[in-house]
């Protein structure tokens, strides 16, 4: 099976920062893109930020200069810098990896259990 852990949310004021780390364990034969996810109550899961096995990011247009999403392919682990924070990033903060179980596997898209985020103004 697969697992993924995240640790790193809290309760914190506007302008300060927070780090979000998650770990991927269990049978993995590769790891393709990586990121994560934000959702506040009523709305769907949006993306907040992703990064490919090569190291190519992608940020939402309210994130950008202010996060920073980096992952370590040896240790199969994606953080996310999060800087400057505002009141509207306060979310439910989802790890989602596209993982590729064994060599004639499919890969399949896996989540966290999620991590709070509160941003206080």
């Known amino acids: 099976q697969v697992q993924l852990v995240e640790s790193g949310g809290g309760l914190v004021q506007a302008g300060e920062s927070l780090r979000l780390s998650c770990a991927a364990s269990?049978?993995?034969?590769?790891?393709?893109?990586m990121g994560w996810y934000g959702q506040t109550p009523g709305k769907q899961r949006e993306l907040v930020a992703s990064v490919t096995s090569s190291g190519s990011a992608n940020y939402a247009d309210s994130v950008k200069g202010r996060f920073t999403i980096s992952r370590d392919n040896a240790k199969n682990t994606v953080s996310l810098q999060m800087n400057s924070l505002k009141p509207e990033d306060t979310a439910v903060y989802y790890c989602?990896?596209?993982?590729?179980?064994?060599?004639?596997?499919?890969?399949?898209?896996?989540w966290g259990q999620g991590t709070q985020v509160t941003v206080s103004s």
């Open positions: 269990g049978s993995i034969f590769r790891i393709n893109d």
């Open positions: 989602n990896a596209e993982i590729q179980r064994r060599v004639y596997f499919p890969p399949y898209n896996y």
